[in-house]
């Protein structure tokens, strides 16, 4: 076993192109032991490791044919790099880290699902596992915003969840003359006005820009639902992942150890201040 | 197998930071089998012309020469680093900006006929666009490889715009201003020397320039307060990165009006 | 058993003599650039006497009385925690070799240090460092190897300085506990009293005399006056008006125009623990080296997100600073951040004064 700092080393088996700047990558530790002993949950992170550049937080999406897959974004120095990566690169990775969606306690319960942005990674991991296990839960609604219906990915991912029986899809674009069939205009906010679920009864995952989670709190509040019964997934500046570096504050919770996913009434105040 | 290939030019400058490069030491010879240097011409090669990938420019822009000069060396590189408080600020010669240095050069030179410079010393950054801005007087060693590394590796370095006093408290110095109420200007410095002044017990002088969030109206007061003379104060801020805003808006702040001075 | 004995004033060097015989290396103090600091030394004739610190908001000097005191000061430059959390850790090495990356730990074995001189306020912060480093679900394996080949001489305060306020935190002037020996300072000599077995073990080992009535009074009057100090905290847990002051940005402001957003007080605040991971290559990139250095919220690269700061203005990131110390640290290890020993008030450049803003913003939430 390393120390907690030290990556293990592991390869990218595939890697699949979602949009022009969004890949998924399938990862394998080098060593089978490690890989063997790897366990994780739903909404749980890693540590990625690009030689010679440095570690970023991502979350896990899926663990298909012993691959852990990780959807990721081209957006700075180091992602930009994750992402150009071909099978066979080698990478440094270690985790998992943090809590998990609550999938659990949720059973027997509507589970409400709100994204935005590319902000769905983690959320999509918690539906398709829900998905997986239809029967534990009531009804499913599932609210994915962008800016542009072209944004959205895995399309088709989500013509197939229209499928599942008593799962309720609704897609808004909000910088869009003209939506396509079947979606709606605007913020993912005027999704939550239209959707069928029992706000007494409902257990509502969230993950996506801070405005519009802002906005949707505000919007699920109108709409009765109990902070009580909300989480969602928060980002911080990582240096480490194990409670120590202190970047990951956001006022009295750390995002890598208390979280990165929340019981919104447990950490309200902070969040909705601007500047913690 | 060169990766890529390298120019250092300078323009209006002293060389300093072009001699980091040649004091590199054993890394001189590791940078020379990881590119090719097609023009250094301290080092010995002249080839003002070649097309290059990456060119290190150091100096201001002083001259009618330099502005041509720096026209050309941007076409024919692919990425332009600025190298040098002169390349990126304009320089210890940017003082003249301030002044009138018409009335200085008749000070210092006995015929000015051959003079041939411009009103204000400019950094590269006015003229052309500059890709990266590598700072210090002169730049740091430890700096310029981690530059050189990350674009072999085809990303932007890593490189800090916190202040001096950060690398002053890792390198376990004990504070000049706070003990012998020195002029110091770490607080409003980015970074990148290892607080080589303060390591000495000399207060900083800004050589890597103009730090984030750099708060030179709180600094100057408390320096005021401290009992140094304004127009001390005045000029610590206009030394070697004067062409900065932030200390040309502190220089105008504290220095005592040209009548007074006059008399 | 009362594990007590006095030193002769000329025997002193007897704890470095035994010290070293145990194998530790003595860290005590020493003057640098007109301060005292924590150093390696040599004898114990390297530890300046007579020397008393003078401090106040951004302001530190030395002075030289005309005692042979050894301990009169009150504050070092930097406490404990460079010895332990140190500036620059390097943590691991990566290579490319043949069919992966090669990851290697850095592990160091450290020297075993004494250290010297160490006050209540070090020692209080020490175990707050040794709470975030060592008793999270991963304790740092750097600090730990550091911390346990430590032993602590802490000597009790006989006076204080303008800047400290220990009484009100709860965390001085005396010591209390978690140094292996205690030290009063008489002109006389020292009383030399054991608070662990290794702590006795070296007592055991010293040309101890007994300890008489007078010793114990005089010091204890010693003690009593360095109760005397000028600033104060409102209070030990400050959440409620913080927690008031934290939504008003206008509370903030005064302090943000003076703040040079330095991160001094941060980086010599012994409680502080941030650090930023850099990642290091040699020109050739035949490895790559994570090195950790220490870090502050006054930075903007601390709250950095792909396209923006969170806490970008100097309102924030003071804010930040203060609420975390005196208000966040009681949700975070069941108490306050601050251990009174004023570093932050005196090394401040422009000599803000964290007890003055804490006061400031009590007054302004209770009037409002
Ligand atoms: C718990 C968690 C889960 C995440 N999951 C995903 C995911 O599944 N897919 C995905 O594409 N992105 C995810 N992110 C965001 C991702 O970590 C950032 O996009 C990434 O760190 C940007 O690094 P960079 O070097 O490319 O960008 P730069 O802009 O060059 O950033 C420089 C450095 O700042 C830090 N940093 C910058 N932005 C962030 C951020 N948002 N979060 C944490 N550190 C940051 C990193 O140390 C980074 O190396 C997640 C973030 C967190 C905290
Ligand atoms: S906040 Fe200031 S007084 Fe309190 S422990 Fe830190 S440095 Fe000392
Ligand atoms: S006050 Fe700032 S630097 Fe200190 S521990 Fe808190 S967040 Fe880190
Ligand atoms: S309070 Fe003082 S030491 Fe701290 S960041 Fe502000 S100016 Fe610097
Ligand atoms: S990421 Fe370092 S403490 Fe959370």
Redesign the interface.
């Known amino acids: 076993m390393n120390d907690p700092w030290t990556p293990y080393s592991a390869r990218v088996v595939e890697r699949v192109v979602e949009t022009p700047d969004v890949v998924t990558l399938s990862l394998r530790f080098t060593d089978p032991e490690v890989q063997q002993q790897y366990r994780f949950a739903c909404g749980q992170f890693n540590m990625l490791y690009l030689f010679g550049l440095g570690e970023v937080p991502i979350s896990i999406m899926d663990y298909q044919d012993g691959c852990l897959q990780h959807t990721i974004r081209a957006v700075g120095r180091v992602s930009r790099k994750l992402v150009a990566l071909e099978p066979g690169a080698m990478i440094g990775l270690r985790g998992p880290y943090g809590n998990s969606w609550p999938l659990e306690a949720a059973r027997g319960r509507d589970l409400v699902f709100i994204t935005a942005g590319l902000g769905c990674a983690p959320v999509i991991a918690a539906i398709r596992r829900a998905i997986a296990e239809r029967d534990a839960y009531r009804r499913l609604i599932i609210m994915q915003g962008v800016k542009h219906s072209e944004d959205l990915l895995w399309q088709a991912q989500y013509d197939r969840w229209r499928e599942v029986p008593d799962c309720e899809v609704l897609l808004a674009a909000s910088e869009e003359a003209k939506v396509p069939f079947a979606w709606s205009l605007g913020m993912v906010t005027t999704l939550i006005d239209k959707a069928r679920f029992d706000p007494l009864n409902s257990t509502v995952m969230m993950c996506g820009p801070e405005p519009m989670m802002r906005a949707s709190i505000r919007a699920l509040e109108n709409n009765g639902v109990a902070m009580d019964n909300c989480y969602f997934s928060l980002e911080r500046n990582m240096q480490c992942a194990l409670g120590l570096c202190g970047h990951c504050q956001m006022g009295s919770p750390f995002i890598c150890k208390n979280g990165p996913i929340f019981r919104v009434s447990d950490v309200r105040d902070w969040f909705l201040l601007e500047g913690y | 197998m060169a990766q890529a290939s390298i120019a250092v030019h300078k323009l209006t400058s002293c060389s300093g930071c072009q001699s980091v490069f040649l004091n590199l030491g054993d890394d001189l010879l590791v940078l020379n089998e990881l590119v090719e240097i097609s023009h250094f011409i301290e080092a010995g090669l002249n080839n003002f012309d070649a097309e290059v990938d990456i060119a290190f420019v150091e100096g201001s822009i002083t001259t009618p020469d330099d502005e041509a000069r720096i026209l050309k060396v941007r076409e024919r590189s692919r990425f332009v680093v600025a190298i040098g408080a002169c390349a990126c600020s304009g320089g210890v010669q940017a003082l003249r900006n301030v002044k009138d240095s018409v009335g200085w050069a008749g000070a210092v030179y006995a015929d000015t006929e051959y003079l041939d410079s411009l009103a204000e010393s400019r950094p590269v950054a006015q003229l052309v666009k500059v890709d990266l801005e590598l700072w210090g007087c002169p730049i740091s060693g430890r700096q310029l490889i981690a530059t050189v590394r990350a674009l072999l590796q085809g990303v932007p370095p890593v490189l800090p715009t916190e202040k001096v006093c950060q690398e002053c408290k890792r390198a376990g110095n004990v504070c000049v201003l706070v003990t012998k109420a020195a002029p110091c200007l770490g607080p409003v410095t980015r970074a990148g020397c290892g607080a080589l002044c303060p390591s000495f017990g000399a207060p900083c002088y800004t050589c890597f320039g103009a730090s984030e969030q750099p708060n030179c109206d709180s600094l100057g007061e408390r320096l005021v307060g401290l009992g140094i003379p304004q127009r001390q104060v005045a000029e610590r801020f206009v030394s070697i990165s004067s062409g900065l805003e932030p200390y040309q808006k502190a220089w105008a702040r504290w220095r005592i009006p040209a009548k007074q001075l006059d008399s | 058993m009362d594990q007590s004995v006095f030193l002769p004033q000329g025997d002193f060097g007897q704890i470095f003599e035994r010290l070293r015989e145990a194998g530790y290396r003595v860290v005590g103090p020493a003057e640098?650039?007109?301060?005292l600091?924590y150093d390696v030394l040599e004898s114990a004739d390297d530890i300046p006497v007579g020397l008393v610190d003078r401090q106040a908001p951004?302001?530190?000097?030395l002075e030289q009385q005309n005692h042979r005191r050894r301990f009169d000061w009150v504050g070092t430059?930097?406490g404990l925690k460079?010895w332990l959390f140190v500036?620059?850790q390097p943590?691991?090495v990566?290579r490319?070799v043949e069919?992966?990356?090669?990851?290697?730990?850095v592990?160091e074995t450290p020297v075993p240090t004494a250290v010297i001189g160490v006050r209540a306020c070090d020692l209080a912060a020490l175990a707050l460092q040794d709470r975030?480093?060592l008793d999270?679900?991963?304790?740092?394996?750097h600090y730990r190897a550091r911390r346990e080949s430590l032993l602590l001489v802490a000597v009790n305060c006989h006076r204080s300085a303008d800047t400290c306020f220990c009484v009100s935190t709860g965390d001085g002037p005396e010591v209390t506990f978690g140094a292996d020996l205690v030290l009063d300072e008489l002109d006389q000599g020292y009383l030399v009293k054991a608070g662990s077995e290794r702590g006795a073990e070296l007592l055991a080992r010293l040309p101890g005399r007994p300890v008489r009535g007078w010793h114990k009074r005089r010091a204890k009057a010693l003690r009593k006056q360095a109760r005397t100090q000028q600033r104060a905290l409102p209070s030990r847990d400050l959440r409620g008006p913080l927690?008031a002051a934290?939504?008003d940005m206008r509370h903030w402001q005064p302090v943000a125009?003076?703040?040079?957003?330095?991160?001094?007080c941060a980086?010599?605040c012994p409680t502080c623990?941030?650090?930023?991971?850099?990642?290091?290559?040699?020109?050739?990139?035949s490895l790559?080296r994570?090195v950790?250095?220490?870090?502050?919220?006054f930075?903007?690269?601390?709250?950095?997100?792909?396209?923006h700061v969170?806490?970008?203005?100097?309102?924030?990131k003071y804010?930040?600073w203060l609420?975390?110390k005196l208000a966040?640290w009681h949700?975070?290890y069941d108490r306050s951040g601050c251990t009174g020993c004023g570093r932050c008030i005196?090394?401040c450049?422009?000599?803000i004064d964290i007890v003055e803003e804490a006061e400031r913003l009590c007054r302004e939430v209770g009037e409002s």
């Open positions: 640098q650039e007109g301060a600091t951004g302001h530190y000097r430059a930097q460079p500036a620059e943590l691991w990566a490319e069919g992966g990356l090669r990851f290697e730990e592990r975030h480093f999270g679900d991963y304790p740092d394996p927690y934290r939504d125009e003076r703040c040079l957003t330095c991160g001094n980086a010599v623990f941030c650090h930023r991971v850099d990642e290091e290559s040699p020109l050739d990139g790559s994570a950790r250095r220490w870090d502050t919220c930075n903007d690269e601390h709250s950095y997100l792909v396209g969170v806490r970008k203005s100097a309102e924030h804010r930040q609420t975390h966040i949700d975070q005196t090394w450049p422009v000599g």
